[in-house]
Nanobody, 126 residues
Framework: HVQPVESGGGLAHAAGPLRLSCAAS????????DAWIRQAPGKEREGVAG???????DYGNSVRGRFSISQDNNKNTLYLEMGSLKPEDAGMYYC????????????????????WGQGTQVTVSS
C-alpha cells in the first residue's frame, strides 16, 4: 500500500504562503483518494482538502479560497498550497490516503483514511 511522507512545514508569516508536499512510496497516488488533514493542539483532526481519484477536489470551509490541493502523478507527490495564512491554520498537517473511492461529502472525514504520514508541523506567526 501507499506510504505517505510529508515535508515543507515550518514557520510562516501570517498572510503569507507555504507549500506542503507529500511524497508517496509504493503504489501510485492516482489510485487513491487522498487528503490533507490537520490537527491543532487540543483539537480534533480536521479535513482540510481532499482529492478524488477523478481529480475532483474538496476544501474545508475554513480554507476554501486560500488553500489548493494538487497532485503530480509523475512525481507521485501530493501538494497543499497554502495562502493568506492565519494563526489558526497552525497545527500538524497529515497526508492521508485510502483505496476507497470516496464521495465528495466524505473526503474530509479523517476516519475514512487508512494510510497516514507522520505529519509536518506548521506554525504561523502573527
Amino acid at each position: 500500500h501507499v506510504q505517505p511522507v510529508e515535508s515543507g512545514g515550518g514557520l510562516a508569516h501570517a498572510a503569507g504562503p507555504l507549500r506542503l508536499s507529500c511524497a508517496a512510496s509504493g503504489p501510485s497516488f492516482s489510485k487513491y483518494t487522498d487528503a490533507w488533514i490537520r490537527q491543532a493542539p487540543g483539537k480534533e483532526r480536521e479535513g482540510v482538502a481532499g482529492n478524488g481519484t477523478d481529480g475532483s477536489t474538496d476544501y474545508g470551509n475554513s480554507v476554501r479560497g486560500r488553500f489548493s490541493i494538487s497532485q503530480d502523478n509523475n512525481k507521485n507527490t501530493l501538494y497543499l498550497e497554502m495562502g493568506s495564512l492565519k494563526p489558526e491554520d497552525a497545527g500538524m498537517y497529515y497526508c492521508a490516503a485510502t483505496e476507497l473511492r470516496l464521495s465528495w461529502w466524505s473526503r474530509l472525514i479523517p476516519g475514512r483514511y487508512d494510510y497516514w504520514g507522520q505529519g509536518t508541523q506548521v506554525t504561523v506567526s502573527s
